[in-house]
């Protein structure tokens, strides 16, 4: 089993910037991943990352400014939000499991959950 747990979100404003952490416990597990769902929508994926840190993937909407990262050591992730803007603004859940390559954006293709870090970006 794989317990995940997120930390880091809060209140911003536009243009500013957070770090979220997940922290893993339990077996490894090689892909680990953030995705989102704001009020009334559907969770979407935002971006993962490889187990060697290497294969890095990101929504069109955020590349540029999220930047994922992981440190196999601690058993942590992490992703920089820069430049924030009020549409970021989302429950962020971190995720782990074994996709394909072509799955790394699916909901689907991920077994384990966190609880979700929410993230505010006022205008």
């Known amino acids: 089993q794989v317990q995940l747990a997120e930390s880091g979100g809060g209140l911003v404003q536009a243009g500013g910037s957070l770090r979220l952490t997940c922290a893993a416990s339990?077996?490894?597990?090689?892909?680990m991943a953030w995705f989102r769902q704001a009020p009334g929508k559907e969770r979407e994926f935002v971006a993962a990352?490889?187990?060697?840190?290497?294969?890095?993937y990101y929504a069109d909407s955020v590349k540029g400014r999220f930047t994922i990262s992981r440190d196999n050591a601690k058993n942590e992730m992490y992703v920089l939000l820069n430049s924030l803007k009020p549409e970021d603004t989302a429950v962020y859940y971190c995720?782990?499991?074994?996709?394909?390559?072509?799955?790394?954006?699916?909901?689907?293709?991920?077994?384990?959950w966190g609880q979700g870090t929410q993230v505010t970006v006022s205008s």
């Open positions: 339990g077996r490894t597990v090689p892909v």
């Open positions: 990352i490889s187990w060697t840190g290497v294969n890095t």
């Open positions: 995720a782990a499991g074994r996709p394909t390559a072509q799955g790394m954006r699916v909901i689907q293709e991920y077994d384990y």
